[in-house]
């Protein structure tokens, strides 16, 4: 996926150097990206479930496990979570509270619900000394101690805020008939096509759960 990315930034460039007569042919004219196809990494209900209420000792679990959960339960990037402040908490058309932020990567507007469960994680772990509702933590030490924790659990899977973000979509959205045009918007994608790129194969579990429940339905009527 990387190397994809950046030929994208070099064909960008080269672009650019053409449009300026920098350059006279395009050397990736006939070159042809491949397509990567990874699966979506995402924590399930019961691992879900098993993280929230496992009594956890050091404070830095603690902490740490409250971060990953609070992204699971928003969707939220590291970046987007460490940026968080007061004055993104807005009152939504419903009266109730939204969390109002532009999506770093996409540069879109984005009204995400402030669910319970998120809401008790900033009432918990905010410190009214600060505007940032949440403890500051880097990047690299989150991800090192969510790997700790992950090993504790016994997860054989990588933990971070990536993941987090996934299991939103995936676990608490589409396994809850959220409608994947809502998931999009909630994630700031920039297209509903990007959702279904990497969501394709949870709809259709999904769909296939669906249609279990109702050939079941329909044997006993």
């Known amino acids: 996926v990387s190397i994809n990315k950046t030929l994208q930034r070099v064909k960008k460039i080269i672009r650019y150097a053409i449009a300026h007569e920098l350059m006279e042919k395009d050397p990736f004219l006939l070159h042809k990206a491949k397509q990567v196809h990874l699966d979506v990494v995402f924590l399930d209900n ?24 609070f992204c699971c339960y928003t969707g939220l990037a590291y970046r987007e979570l460490s940026e968080l402040s007061s004055a993104n908490i807005v009152t939504g058309f419903d009266d109730k509270d939204w969390i109002k932020i532009t999506r ?17 994680i900033l009432t918990k772990n905010h410190d009214n000394n600060t505007d940032k509702l949440l403890p500051a933590i880097t990047n690299q030490r989150l991800n090192k101690v969510l790997k700790e924790i992950a090993e504790l659990l016994g997860i054989k899977k990588k933990l971070s805020s990536h993941t987090a973000r996934k299991t939103f979509a ?26 279904e790129k990497h969501y394709g194969k949870v709809v259709n579990k999904k769909l296939s759960q669906q249609m279990d429940v109702l050939g079941k339905k329909l044997d006993k009527d």
Do not use: C, W
Not at 46 to 68: A, G, M
Not at 105 to 120: E, H, Q, V, W, Y
Not at 170 to 180: A, E, G, R
């Open 104 to 120: 770093q990567k996409t540069g879109k507007p984005l009204m995400i619900p402030l669910l319970d469960r998120a809401k008790s």
């Open 170 to 195: 995936s676990t608490v959205l589409l396994y809850n008939d959220v409608p994947i045009s809502v998931v999009s918007e909630l994630l700031g994608h920039s297209s509903i096509k990007t959702t």
């Open 46 to 69: 019961d691992e879900l479930s098993r993280l929230e209420q496992y009594p956890f000792e050091k404070d830095i679990h603690i902490l740490v496990r409250d971060l990953f959960v």
